[in-house]
């Protein structure tokens, strides 16, 4: 039965090729807007490191202003200074750390036929790999040895490598960045975080670096300073280790707590190191010192913005417009044909043979305007992708679960204006024989 119901829907549709597309276009137009913003806010506020997020934890000190916070209404720096940067790193009392800034550089290819280009610079310590399970093609990351020796050495992204080696394995091979020679000891895999989380304050959706390099070459080889740098008094001296050795903060501290008690003791050390602090002059505010998960870490930077919030419950809204104008376009439809039905009913149809013929003409109209609205969405992606550069595939591709989501909820729709109120579409309350 169910193939002569969907025959006789396809000969509706046929019969009434204007008022069936209007209700296809309805419901297409409503589950593309709705679809565009479900996806982009799905991705935008997804785990970018499901395996270990509950594990990794972003520092904060509170080495501000005594006379005011960083942030209203007693929040600390959403960075931390070198000096306490470094002390952290020293201390070693996390499983796992890393403490990192942006910098960049120019890039001085060997091919004499190739321009020097700016690049941008993830100074982090060894333990960065492991900690976000960066995934290498060739080689690995450098050693802690490296960073205490502070060794010319680097890691370059599958881009980097494509460009400037061809995509062979390039470890061992020199490159010239910043104007000085390092040697290539580890080529990533394709790898991209949406959100980037362990740097929001330079763009949760900027793209990954292609360069990382030990970060205590920053002061060696006094490199940039790229990303948000706020200080709440004037560095003692002048100069570049003036700057770097100020209260001024441009760096993050991401560690590693495998569980609570971990967790607890980090805790207990991050009050006592400001404590000692405070006894040298520095930590002049209460001890508010803070660790968050990731998932906390971005939630707390409003990685998914209000705005997008908004405009998702205005899609939603949308959705529910073009389904009502659905509905009044198919009780025109179905009153319409209210002659056709009574004759069926004449020649021993049962009311539940009308009901269902209309159901599965209904589901037809919702399937076609399902398919056509994921056109519309993934074209509303596309546009949308542009906005984000590189980025566009990870944070615009609709996967396997919202297509049927998308699906799903057009046909749910169409079918439950089958059930409207009684007495408003004539051809479920006809009198029974």
């Avoid at 919702?366 to 595939?393: E, F, K, P, R």
């Amino acid at each position: 039965m169910f193939r002569y119901y969907l025959r006789l829907a396809l000969l509706s549709y046929k019969r009434n090729p204007i008022l069936s597309s209007l209700m296809v276009l309805a419901i297409a137009m409503g589950i593309g807007a709705c679809m565009t913003t479900i996806t982009v806010n799905y991705i935008m506020s997804s785990d970018p490191i499901p395996q270990k997020s509950e594990q990794l934890f972003y520092v904060q000190l509170d080495s501000w202003d005594p006379n005011s916070p960083a942030r209203e209404p007693n929040d600390p720096p959403d960075q931390v200074t070198w000096t306490d940067a470094t002390n952290l790193m020293k201390a070693k009392q996390a499983f796992r750390q890393s403490a990192m800034a942006r910098s960049g550089g120019v890039v001085e290819p060997e091919n004499g036929d190739s321009k020097p280009f700016m690049t941008d610079i993830r100074l982090a310590y060894s333990d960065f790999f492991a900690m976000f399970n960066v995934p290498f093609q060739y080689g690995s990351g450098w050693d802690s040895q490296s960073d205490d020796n502070r060794d010319m050495v680097v890691v370059i992204s599958r881009a980097m490598n494509d460009q400037l080696f061809g995509g062979e394995n390039s470890v061992g091979k020199t490159v010239r960045l910043a104007g000085h020679n390092f040697r290539v000891v580890g080529v990533l895999k394709e790898w991209r975080l949406v959100p980037r989380f362990y740097d929001v304050t330079t763009g949760a959706f900027d793209n990954t670096e292609d360069f990382y390099m030990p970060m205590p070459l920053k002061e060696s080889l006094e490199l940039t300073s790229n990303g948000n740098v706020n200080c709440w008094k004037r560095p003692a001296e002048d100069g570049f280790l003036g700057f770097l050795y100020s209260e001024c903060v441009n760096f993050q501290m991401w560690v590693e707590l495998r569980d609570d008690a971990e967790k607890q003791a980090y805790m207990a050390f991050l009050n006592s190191y400001a404590d000692e602090q405070r006894a040298l002059g520095r930590f002049e505010r209460p001890n508010n010192n803070r660790l968050s998960n990731v998932m906390e870490w971005m939630a707390y930077n409003n990685v998914v913005a209000d705005d997008a919030e908004i405009m998702l419950w205005l899609s939603l809204m949308f959705l529910l417009v073009c389904l009502l104008n659905t509905i009044g376009l198919l009780l025109a439809k179905f009153s319409g044909k209210a002659g056709e039905i009574s004759l069926r009913r004449a020649v021993g149809a049962s009311r539940r043979d009308v009901f269902m013929q209309h159901l599965v003409e209904t589901g037809l109209i919702g399937v076609i305007g399902g398919i056509a609205g994921l056109g519309l969405a993934m074209l509303g992606l596309s546009g949308i992708g542009v906005l984000y550069g590189d980025l566009a595939n990870d944070l615009t591709s609709m996967d396997p679960k919202l297509v049927a989501i998308a699906l799903g909820l057009a046909l749910v729709s169409s079918i439950l204006v089958t059930f409207t109120p009684p007495g408003a579409v004539p051809v479920w309350h006809l009198p029974a024989n």
